[in-house]
Structure formats: structure tokens, C-alpha cells
């Protein structure tokens, strides 16, 4: 019999409790012992739930508790999450997390500690949601130079960008829509400007690269800026706009990061990915692409893979080495300025095509129905991020007005 | 430094010989050791190799070799990997194979020698070749009770199936290329008939439900049968013709397993899964659905899968226990005849749309191009396969010929 203590008992923590309840065959067959919560720490009390009696308010019992031997910090956010992890592992309490800020920004100090103490710290949720990404990453892969990892990370944007794509619904009805549907939050500014995808790609490019990549060396856009008008150009190109994170090694050893908006080809598994779901896909030097696809949030699927971590730390005999990371130095990450890319442009302007015939050569131009005369798409040659930029005063010098651009991938 | 044997240097061996040495860097991060290959068993002489050095002929020499604790089983067929694999646990050296027809046949019994010997019988890469398919499954996916797994378990089918649907390339045609492609071997039976993606779908459901499903259990049609006018009216419904390998629980505790064509919506996931790809769809009660996409076959996809495991094995301390299952009794899985399905049927005949709508009431009639004027084609109602038999014999008295049946799924 194995005691565990739950951290946070909103969302995802009432999932884990009830999954520990409900599924408890399954996990004792799978953990060769049970596993029983006994106490859920909140701020809050929980009189009508079946479980108010586990409910306690402070973290010091946890801590001293020595039945305890592992944690599920379902809280979110900073703090207290941070200095509360610190402790147990310091402790020698293992500790699991869904907790994907507190990852991609303490990730490598966690980690370390909890070696030092040989326990572990366990992340399967932070991405993904019931996904199970992390521990086929690092396990299955093994064998694997894995030279790129990119994946639709964020099921609000994901969820926005399929109304827009198959409803011809605008940003900000889709977004309100996402919102009454309980996708959004009532600040939203966090999944459409990228801060969430930012922190799991940061997390995963930590994981493959072995080297901490911070959420604010990760060059982020979201997708406040997408048209309708760019979704019905991507589909004159033959794909659908999606918010990408991407990590990849250079061959001089830095990382390339980044979150965008997307151009992706409707030949990609991850044009499919569609409504509140996440893919993932990581290309190996010897398997080739492989694509992880599933429900990236929710209450359920992420406690399935909070409770599979903590089944994990039961099993595990001190700490799991080969999920750890080192903390970086300044240079992990690239100047994402000087990276390649292709884009796809739409302009407006008398000279507008001219312009950019001028600048680019020649290009392949796109069309959509009802485009005012002056409106001209087209994609670009491969330059980098930097050439791009200038080229794109050069327009604005000619009296070119630049509307959108998206960067062109190919997965 | 850990030492390994690699039995049989055909495709997938010499992939795994290749990645040990080629990744050799990535592999020591991972598994904490070096691994380095010290026989190569297998009845030809490589004197071109550059691994000649390495190449025995004589099993004996890696049994009596205690430097030898994990062992590679690429040989595939039941003989002498079965009597090899059995000598090599029962010595107390750990086995990890690709040998789908060997752990479908043999898995419970090699298991549970695996088990009294304290070491591990692995078998990532039987199933799905690189897509890490065998852990995620059974780790991440612990917190889930899986109601249901279906996938695309075959990469020679499906791309025959992908060359009928886009090119309309007739089967054999298909076939044939798929042969000069070295997709398909000369005697294709074993992926045509379905042989293959039987044996895969076995592997899965005996790990997800812990009882050993047998190949010869499990109903199993191939696609020999499946037309260009099926592959057509399969368009008209909103979907495409695959081969799936499928597995589910029952409430009264036993299994339902089969595999057949069936026609997938557009809108699953696995409608994507093209040319030699596989996909491999998992419901989980909190998880919802998860697929898992990439090459499922293929020299170093495959390799790949071998090497993750021989550095789990590594890494084990003792058996992985969550990794077993138990041999089945006589009625682990039900008769295939009483479980309800949804058809598509096409009948020729004079009577035939009549004698269909008075079988089977309204139905949902199918259309396509250049259909001959007595040919009708619909989904009927659910029925259990055996009802299903009788309208079919029905159909037949009354005259009409029935050119297909092919079962549509809803995943």
C-alpha cells in the first residue's frame, strides 16, 4: 500500500483523486501495489465532495508525513508550487507535476534535485495532456538521433484555428466561443499569444537536447493576427494555418525554437489534427516521423497521465536518469533571426506585385475569392528571418502595406 | 560496458548492429553504460561486413558467455528463435526480439519464463516497427481502463490499399509494385490474408488485457477481395477502405478480436494513415482516444525499437512485471458471429435493391460512376455477424449476387 498526497484540488487534481478511486484494479495490477490518496492540500474546503475528508490546508502535514513517499502537484503556476517541490524533494518525496510553467522554468533546478535525493520528478502531464509523450521520447526513442520535434501543442488555439478553417468563424467570435465552451480562459492572453505552447516546446526540446531551453529565449507569436483571409490563402496553397512549436539541433550543436502561426501542408499528419487536439511530431535520424495524437488537456486525460507518473515513481527504484536535463548556458538557443524559413506573404498596394518580383524573383502567387484588386499573396524564396525582415521595409518603403505573414513548414 | 549478442543479420540485425555503433554516443547517455555488440549469430558468413569479425554460427557460444546478459532475437519464425529464446531466459539472459509470429504464438510461455528468471522478454518492436507503441501502452497508459485498440497493423496492405484509393490502381497491379518495391515479399499471403496484422493485433490485446490472444482465435479476412467499385463506393459513403486489426473488451469480461477491411471516415484519424504507415488508435476511459503514427516497418525504424529495448533491459533491475500477461483459457475470446456490425454490402441482381430494403428496411443506398444498372450498394442496420450471414443466403435465394461485404467501423 502506497500513500500519496494531491496538490490542488481543481481540475485536474479532483481528476487524479477520482481516476485513483475508479481505476484502482487497474493500477494496483499495474503498480503491483495500491495506491490510496491520503490527503488532497487546498486553500479551499470541499464539503460536498466525497473526499472532504482527505482535504487538508496545510502543507507542513505533507511534508512530515513520512507514509508519504510520492506527491501530485496538480496547483499550477509559480508559486507556491516551486518552493513546494523544493522541499519535498528535498525531503526525498518523489513529486509529479502537470504543472508546465513550473517545468519550463525550474525544470533543470527540480530535476537536480530530486537526483540529488534519488527520487524522481515527473512531467508526463505537462505536455500533451493524456498524450503519453514524454516517456516514449526519452524511452522508446532511445536509439534515435532525434534531429527536429514539432507539434501542435495548445488545444485552444488549435480549436480557434479549426473554426476558422471550417467555419469561416473570425478570430474573435471563435475565441468567444472557445471561452463559452470552458476551452478559454476569461484571459485568454496566455494560449493565443503562445505562452503555453512556448513552455511545452520548451519542455520537450529540454528533454531530447538535454540542455534547459527557457520560455524566454523561444522567439513566440501567437494567433491574434491570422486572418480569414490567410486560411482561405493557405487553402488556395494546400494546407491549413496551425500553431507550430518546433525545436531543432544545428549542426554547430545550438538549438533553433520557436512558436508560430504555421502554413502546413494538408499531405502533414498534423494538417489533420483538429478542435481541442494535440499532435506531436518527432522526426528520428532511424524511425523517421513518428506523430503522437490525442486530447491535449481536459480534466481526465490529464490525470491519466498524472496517475501514470505516479504509478512510474512507485515502481521506480531512486531516480530515472535519462529524464533529467542539465541547466544551459547563454548560448543553447540560436539567434532565431538567423534561422532559414519560407513565408508566406499578403500585401496590398498599387506596386504591391511588382514589388515583390523586385525583392523575391519569381514567385508563386495565391488567390482567393473576392481579393481586392490591390491584395497580393505569394510565398517567398528561403531567406532568413533577418533577410525578411528587410525585405519587408523595402516593401513598406515602396508603399506596400504588409498584412500578414506566416511562416511555411514542411512536416 | 554492457555486451550484447544479436541473433540473425538479415534487415533487422544488421539495422541494430548499425545503430549501436552509429549512435553509440546517444545510447551511452541514455543507458548510463556503453553497449557494444560482441557476436552477430547466423548461418551465412558476411566477409564484406565490416562486422565479419563479430559473425558465429554457433548458438552455444553466446549461451555459455557470461559477458552476454541481453540478446537480440532478429531471426523471426517460430524455429529455432522459440527453443533459442526459452535456452537464453531459462540461463538468466534478458531477450529482446522483433519476432511478431514467435510472440503472438509464444509470448505468455516466454513471459513467464522471463519472470522466473528474473530477467526480460521485450518486445517493442514487434508491433508497429519504430512507432513506440509496447511502453506507452503499458506505462503511461496504466491510470486508463483501455475499452478498445484498433489500428492500421500492416504497411504492404495499407499501401496497396493507398495505391487502389488514389491511383485506382487494381489490386494486383498494386501488388505487384509493392513487390518490386520490396514493400511485399514474393509470397505476399502472410500480409494479404491478414496474417500479419493478426498476429500484431494479438500482441496488443494480450498486453492491454493481460490474457494471451491466440492468432488462430482470432477471425482474420484480407484484402485479396477488396474491388476498385468497393473502393468507390467507400468514397461516395465519406471514407476509405483499410485494413484494421482490432481488439475490445466485453462486459462480460472477454475479448472480441478481428481482423478485416473496413470502411474509416474521413474524419478519423487513421483515415490519414497512408502508403507503408501504420497508426494505431487506443481508447482509453480517461485518456479518450490516443493514436500513434509512423513507419511500421523498414531496417532502421525497426532497429530502432530493438535497440530502446536492449537499453531498458540494461537499465532493469529485475523483470518488468507490468510487461507480462497470463496464458488464456479455451474462452478468452468470444465467438466472433454473435458481435453486432454495421456492413457495407454490394449486390448484383435484377431484385436486388428490393430484396435489400425488404431484408433490411430503410437503408442508406451508395452511388458511384459508371455502375452497371442491376448493382445496388448500401450500409445495412447493425447486425451480428450472424444474422448478417443469414440476410446474405436470404439475398442469394432471391437471386441476387453479393460482390462484397466490408464492415464499417467508427473510430
Known sequence: MEKIAVMGFGVVGSGVV???????????RRAGTDIEVKYILDLRDFPESSYAGMVIHDFETILNDPEISVVAEVMGGMEPAFTYSKRLLSAG?????????????????????AK??????????SV???????????MCLAANEISEIAGILNGTTNFILTKMIRESMPFSEALSLAQSLGYAERDPTADVEGADACRKICILASL????HVYPQEVHTEGITRVSLCDVQYAEDWGGVIKLIGRARQLPDGRLF???SPAFISHESQLSSVDDVF??????????????????????????????GDIIDCVKAEGTICSLCWADSAADTVCDWRQAPAVFYLCCRGRKAK?????????????????APEEECAFITPERTEAQLEEAKKQLEKEGVELCSAIRVLDY
Chains 1, 2 share one sequence.
Request: hydrophobic share 45%; aromatic share 6%.
Open 257 to 259: 525554437a520557436m512558436v
Open 278 to 307: 494535440n499532435g506531436i511530431l518527432v522526426r528520428g535520424d532511424a524511425t523517421g516521423d513518428v506523430v503522437f495524437y490525442g486530447k491535449g488537456a481536459g480534466k481526465l486525460p490529464t490525470a491519466s497521465a498524472v496517475v
Open 354 to 370: 511588382a514589388a515583390a518580383s523586385a525583392l523575391f524573383g519569381e514567385l508563386r502567387f495565391l488567390h482567393r475569392a473576392e
Open 128 to 138: 500533451g495532456g493524456g498524450i503519453p509523450i514524454i516517456r516514449p521520447l526519452h
Open 93 to 113: 518525496k518523489s513529486v509529479v507535476t502537470s504543472n508546465k510553467e513550473l517545468v519550463a522554468g525550474k525544470g533543470a533546478e527540480l530535476l537536480r534535485l
Open 18 to 28: 477520482e481516476l485513483c478511486d475508479k481505476n484502482s484494479a487497474s493500477i494496483r
Open 208 to 211: 531530447v537536447y538535454g540542455r
Open 116 to 125: 540529488e535525493n534519488n527520487v524522481n520528478y515527473l512531467f508526463e502531464a
